[in-house]
């Protein structure tokens, strides 16, 4: 969170304190850190760099689709892994070329393969013979070959979140390491597919290196044995999922991460793909809101905010801590008050901290609740009829308003009352 620092008695983003932000647009809100957007990117492509990996960075862009983070990534040369025929939309329509791009996901229909061939993508990541069969059937039609991935899953366990590891057995995604050699083999038999890679993506907020290492180890030997076998792989696609600190946690370092992947796969001497999105876009965001009320309960404190679990579901969903910081910088000689930290919604999951240490705070006090940069905004809702917090980019001195908190009338406009009533 470099790009965020106290100034003057208050939090700034970048050069802008967001007590004057608050005032402008109002809460809560969204802000994302160019720089900050500019150097996690700078700094993973640095660490491949030095360790002489042949590489290409597509942003996965479920962590955060809005079109100006994918645009800053697009102008730095990266790529896109799109989940659906909408991010496929959004990557082109932000400027990454076509051939950038990966198509990844356990559910692709027909008509989105079909849009993603015509658009001429880099490669679609397979993850099952019957997508299989059904993307060499549509390609057929369109008289063209698709080139694929065929995405293996390695029964490796990250040690992440029950919800985000996706390279277990157990797990819905990619083909089981024992069937990968057989998949591989009716790939190179269906003519109008082209097997070009292997795939692996073992799960989200990894805090550990071995997770990484134990699936590399089976991807290299199993690229070797399909090497050896006729099947004239050109390249690996590793995924992402490297972790940021939320709270106490230590995550690898990307040159950590790099060096392993030198271990593990560099004798192979093939281009890789790499596929970062929490980890570019994490702590480059926050979120702003404003204390509503101080409540007092029988047992316990509460601090009422204007933000809520639509706005953020993660600490609801995922049980997901984020640091919670004042906008205005507390004297070191208050002492702090144990509080629990909730939104207005008819929900008791409706809460981002319970028994949080904070400097005394209360009605009109604003908060930043901190790295909420990936799946943040991207997963709100408008649960309880609550708009969307808008959402704000930030240069130097400079912001935008790049998402803007629409009316109520536009809320409810999308909706279409039947005849009969």
């Not at 299989?132 to 698709?146: F, N, P, S, Y």
């Not at 390695?154 to 390279?167: E, L, N, Q, S, W």
């Not at 009829?385 to 809320?411: F, H, T, W």
């Amino acid at each position: 969170m470099t790009h965020f620092h106290y100034k003057g008695g208050v939090l700034h983003a970048e050069d802008l304190p967001l007590d004057r932000l608050a005032e402008e647009i109002g809460t809560p809100f969204y802000l994302y850190s160019s720089g900050a957007l500019e150097s996690a990117y700078r700094d993973f492509g640095a660490a491949l760099a030095a360790e002489g990996l042949d590489y290409r960075i597509c942003y996965a862009v479920k962590a955060n689709p809005h079109q100006a983070i994918v645009a800053t990534f697009a102008a730095l040369g990266a790529g896109a892994d799109v989940v659906s025929l909408g991010e496929l939309t959004r990557a082109l329509a932000a400027g990454i070329p076509a051939s950038r791009i990966v198509f990844a996901g356990v559910g692709k229909t027909a008509v989105e393969m079909a849009a993603a061939l015509d658009a001429g993508i880099l490669q679609f990541n397979v993850e099952s013979l019957p997508e299989m069969e059904t993307l060499d059937r549509i390609a057929g039609e369109k008289g063209v070959v698709a080139p694929v991935a065929i995405r293996v899953n390695p029964d490796v366990d990250a040690r992440t979140h029950a919800k985000i590891t996706t390279g277990k057995s157990e797990n819905k995604f990619g083909i089981d390491l024992a069937h990968a050699g057989a998949a591989f083999a009716r790939a190179a038999e269906l003519p109008n597919l082209a097997p070009q890679g292997i795939a692996v993506h073992i799960g989200s907020q990894l805090t550990e290196i071995a997770p990484y290492e134990d699936a590399f180890a089976k991807i290299a030997a199993l690229f070797a044995e399909l090497r050896g076998q006729g099947i004239a792989l050109e390249r690996i696609d590793l995924g992402g999922g490297l972790g940021v600190t939320y709270r106490d946690e230590t995550p690898p370092d990307p040159a950590v991460y790099a060096a392993a992947v030198k271990r593990s796969l560099g004798q192979l001497g093939v281009p890789l793909i790499f596929e970062p999105g929490r980890l570019l876009v994490a702590e480059a965001g926050i979120l702003v809101t404003r204390v509503i009320y101080a409540k007092d309960g029988a047992t316990r404190r509460f601090l009422v905010v204007d933000a809520a679990m639509n706005d953020l579901i993660r600490p609801t969903l995922y049980d997901a801590w984020h640091k919670i910081v004042p906008v205005a910088e507390p004297s070191g000689t208050v002492s702090p008050q144990t509080v629990d930290i909730v939104g207005p919604i008819c929900e008791t999951g409706d809460t981002f901290a319970r028994d949080r240490a904070l400097p005394p705070a209360t009605s009109g006090d604003l908060l930043a609740i901190c790295s909420t940069g990936a799946y943040g905004a991207t997963m709100a809702s408008t649960y309880n009829s609550r708009v969307p917090a808008p959402e704000v980019m930030v240069r130097g001195d400079a912001y935008e308003v790049i998402k803007p908190r629409i009316d109520y009338q536009a809320l409810i406009g999308q909706d279409v009352i039947p005849g009969w009533l």
